[in-house]
């Protein structure tokens, strides 16, 4: 839009500079032949008033005005391209700063926007690693609590034959059945009743 | 004395098990024969041959003359009674026990639980104290490991008591 703008106005001052010319040399001319009648006429009504060297003198006069004029306007259309270049370069500068900050300032923003969802990501990664670590915690705890619940309810129950095994191991050699005469007759009277119940009843 | 019941046998704790009513048996039996054979032939006196100790103590503390037939046909329908009807209990011990041990367990059993207990001695060495009983339909557990499993809140008293 801004190219096309500065297009016109280059276009719009070539044509005021190229009519202003053309409107020159075409009254140069109409004065030209001003000349002539006026001289055919003072060859008509008065001879040789207006001899050859006031001709040439005319036409000089003339070329030099023309010269002059041309000159005049060479200067203000230098002038006005001089402004018009200045003004252009202003312009395209103020636009182009207007531009470059707008990018700038939509860049920042794309920046901060990204930092801030990078910033939100990374807080949810840690809060959810956080979360996954304490109840890896928990798993971990519930599991060494259960492991060592049931080492220790294994052991309880088997605790019996580990003891019985070690005492035999360290002392099966010296017990002598007449030693546990009185202990198995203490069992047997302990239970007397169900083996007598059982003689009787059984088949 | 002609004895006639069965509750009159008096089972001498030298008579274990089974195999010590069917060695009686067959020694009764030997005896029968010999002394019908004698009978047969007219023998006049008829001697009772030697018997084993066994049979001696048997004959001690039923008190029965095994020359007369009517006690020896008593005696074997006894011996067959016995090895049919009478209650019979196994145990097992980790080392094979001697006979006054068996002797005084097997009183134990018929004085308190029935006067004609047979008793089967097994061999089980895991149970390093204390013995298996097994009856009829039961399994009784009186083994050292068993009786201290059956304590073992104490145990595990002493244990965490210690520290453990």
Known sequence: MTLWQLILIVGALLSTTAAFIWNTLHTGGAKKRDAVDIEKAAEDDVEHIFNDTFREELRNRGRLHFEKIISENAMFLQQDLRLTTSQLNDYMKSEITRNLEEEFQKYEQSINDAKQLAIESIQKTNTAIDEQRALLGQEVQKQITAEKEQLISRFEQNMADIINHYVLGAIGNQIDLNDQLEFILADLEANKEAIAEDLRHGA | ?164
């Open chain 2, 1 to 164: 004395m002609e004895p006639s019941q069965t509750q009159q046998f008096l089972l001498p704790v030298s008579v274990v098990g089974l195999v010590d009513l069917g060695r009686l048996a067959r020694e009764l039996e030997l005896l029968d024969a010999v002394l019908h054979e004698a009978t047969l032939r007219g023998d006049i006196e008829v001697k009772v041959p030697k018997t084993s100790h066994l049979m001696d103590q048997l004959i001690e503390a039923t008190r029965v003359d095994l020359a007369q037939p009517k006690h020896r046909e008593w005696l074997a329908s006894t011996l067959a009674i016995l090895k049919q009807q009478a209650p019979r209990v196994h145990m097992s011990f980790s080392a094979d026990p001697s006979p006054q041990f068996v002797a005084k367990v097997l009183q134990w059993f018929r004085t308190e639980i029935h006067p004609y207990v047979l008793l089967t001695i097994g061999l089980q060495p895991s149970i390093g104290a204390g013995c298996m009983l097994r009856t009829t339909n039961k399994y009784f557990d009186l083994s050292l490991a068993k009786n201290m499993s059956k304590h073992t809140d104490i145990l595990m008293q002493k244990l965490r008591g210690q520290g453990v």
